[in-house]
């Protein structure tokens, strides 16, 4: 025996007051995009472009940072008032730190002028 009771209505109609089932989720399919191409191009136009950027920034570091660990000579730093004595390499650290610090400023103010606009 079966738990169904039985009805008058044939087995493939659905109740009144739902949707009608979506084409993508009775066939297993996924729905095809239906917007633009250009605009789904733009979307991973820079994926690649990132990537690369991000391993030429690493390789960037890497680099400075092999250059600036060779570098382990005392040399005198004269400063506004006195002269001290420190390695070369935390000098040229500190310059590279502080370059990063003017660049990372300078991009964020003219990325913010160019959001006012």
Known sequence: M?????TDKPAG????????PSPSI????????????????????????RAIRW?????LVVVATLFIARNFEHVEVDWVIRTSEMRLS???LGFLLTGVVIGWLIHWFSARAQRRQ
């Open 26 to 49: 009775s066939s297993g399919r996924p729905e095809p995009d239906k917007r633009p191409v250009a605009v789904r191009a733009k979307e991973t136009a820079n994926t690649g472009y």
């Open 13 to 20: 109609t659905q109740p009144p007051g739902l949707p009608p």
């Open 90 to 92: 935390l000098v040229m």
């Open 55 to 59: 391993i030429v920034l690493i390789v």
């Open 2 to 6: 079966t738990d169904k009771l039985p």
